[in-house]
Every structure is written in structure tokens, then in C-alpha cells.
């Protein structure tokens, strides 16, 4: 089971940390995702992390903002997102699974999903 959390609403070049939080002891063997889904659009990848703390972000729209972290010793993923935009409204999910390293970015490969948090940017 995941757990989402951390999302809220800041202004325009703030900065929020996002947490997902697993249950399971077996944690740090999987790949942890992050994904988001704005109203109307489609889900869309933002970063991932492997099980040995190694992350791959979206290279379009948050790579050099973004920043995603494992602390396996306490089951959790973070993602900290600076200089946040408007744009980057919206509801963010963490996901578990065990995509291959040039497959992370696709969701159908992960297994469990955490409920989501909203992140709302004003501008």
C-alpha cells in the first residue's frame, strides 16, 4: 500500500516536497514512480527512482526542478519540486513497480499506486 502526501497549494516559484510512504518491507526492491494528471489531459510521467536511489525525470517540463529521493530504511520516496509553475497543477500519484531501467516512464508497468495528492500552483 502507498501513501501520498505533501501536496498543497503555493504560489508561482515556490517549492513543495512531496512523500510516499509504503507499507511493505519489501520497498526497497521496487522502482517508485511519479506521475500527474492535470484536469483533462492525460497522466503523464514526472520522475522515478531505482531501487539502488538512482533517478530519471522527465526531460521536457521538470528536469532541473524536480528532485526525487529514497530512504528505504523508512519506506519512503520523496520528490522535491522547486520553482514550481503554474503548469505543474495537479494531482500527483507515486507508484510501485519493476519496470526495466528504459521503461520507467511507462505506467502501465507499475503494480501498486498510492490515492494522489493535489499540488495546485497559483499564478
Known amino acids: 500500500q502507498l501513501q501520498a502526501s505533501g501536496g498543497g497549494l503555493v504560489q508561482a516559484g515556490g517549492s513543495l516536497r512531496l512523500s510516499c510512504a509504503a507499507s511493505a518491507r519489501t520497498f526497497s526492491s521496487y522502482v517508485i514512480g511519479w506521475f500527474r494528471q492535470a484536469p483533462g489531459k492525460e497522466r503523464e510521467f514526472v520522475a522515478s527512482i531505482n531501487r539502488s536511489g538512482g533517478g530519471a525525470y522527465d526531460a521536457g517540463s521538470v528536469k532541473g526542478r524536480f528532485t526525487i529521493s529514497r530512504d528505504n530504511a523508512k519506506n519512503t520516496v520523496y520528490l522535491q519540486m522547486n520553482s514550481l509553475k503554474p503548469e505543474d497543477t495537479a494531482v500527483y500519484y507515486c507508484?510501485?513497480?519493476?519496470?526495466?531501467?528504459?521503461?520507467?516512464?511507462?505506467?502501465?508497468?507499475?503494480?501498486?499506486w498510492g490515492q494522489g495528492t493535489q499540488v495546485t500552483v497559483s499564478s
Open positions: 507508484a510501485a513497480g519493476r519496470p526495466a531501467t528504459s521503461a520507467t516512464m511507462l505506467a502501465d508497468l507499475y503494480i501498486y
